[in-house]
């Protein structure tokens, strides 16, 4: 037993616990609050979240309009012309650095790190307060793409330049 959690066993975590007898004999029985059984109970209760989550998209989706622009006129380009705001991060990193560095490299090195995140940091410990690593180094990709994504959909006005946006708003409603 881990002297952090009791659910991580000779390097290996529980997942769950499954009713019956193993090949080998008597088992340990774990604590009540040990207990998660999958099957029905956290199915359920993921199936539950699911469709609430699908009924609340569909309730916004019924409730707000949100209409496409005019068809798009190759002789008349808008000025500035903005990504998506779930794209604007990426487009101010393009506006910074080479394409090939801003469009793959810099994403696949944060896919990439994000992935590898788990291997670095090996904390037996599932509290966030113990993950120190894991927490500080997903912190910092988080503040880095909002305020980028900030940036990039409220403060780039005409020609890509910088307006305040209290004075200007070039972004997207």
Known sequence: MSDLDPRVVQGR???G???GQPPG?????PDEQDLVMVSPHLLVRHAVVALTVLLLVLIVAVLFDAPLREVANPFETPNPEKAPWYFA????????FHPMVAGVLVPGAIVGGLIALPYIDRS??????????AVATFTTFLVVWVVLTLIGFAFRGPNWGWVWPWNEWHGEL
């Open 13 to 15: 975590r529980v997942l």
């Open 17 to 19: 616990v499954v009713p």
């Open 25 to 29: 004999g008597d088992r340990k029985v």
């Open 89 to 96: 991060a990426l487009q101010e990193l393009l506006s910074h």
């Open 124 to 133: 037996r410990a599932l509290q966030p307060r113990l993950r120190k690593v």
